[in-house]
Nanobody
Framework: QVQLVESGGGLVQAWGSLRLSCAASGSIFRIHAMGWYIQGPGNDRKLVASFNSGGGTNYADSVKGRFTISRDNARNTVDLQMNSLKPEDTAVYYC??????????????WGQGTQVTVSP
């Protein structure tokens, strides 16, 4: 019913920049929250940056001042501008959205992930 499609990952040298984009499509009534996560050491996923249901933003401490999240509500997209990238930012980045669909059911949705690799 709902798809999240990510784009923009790739290989970049340290201190370079990348921009990730995520587009949500399908039977969407309302997107409550939307953001980006990375895979943690176990099976958990850790927050990078997100918009919460109130429209505010949350950032991991490690990316504050370097990454900026933006959102286009009309297009159901969320972007992540990543500047001053470090090798430790290397990860698979997943788009996440908490969505109510047209049948008034709500759920968490995840994209397939996009690889970001930062070389020293």
């Amino acid at each position: 019913q709902v798809q999240l499609v990510e784009s923009g990952g790739g290989l970049v040298q340290a201190w370079g920049s990348l921009r990730l984009s995520c587009a949500a499509s399908g039977s969407i009534f309302r997107i409550h929250a939307m953001g980006w996560y990375i895979q943690g050491p176990g099976n958990d996923r850790k927050l990078v940056a997100s918009f919460n249901s109130g429209g505010g933003t949350n950032y991991a401490d490690s990316v504050k001042g370097r990454f900026t999240i933006s959102r286009d509500n009309a297009r159901n997209t969320v972007d992540l501008q990543m500047n001053s990238l470090k090798p430790e930012d290397t990860a698979v980045y997943y788009c996440n959205a908490y969505i109510t669909t047209m049948d008034r059911k709500w759920s968490d949705y995840w994209g397939q992930g996009t690889q970001v690799t930062v070389s020293p």
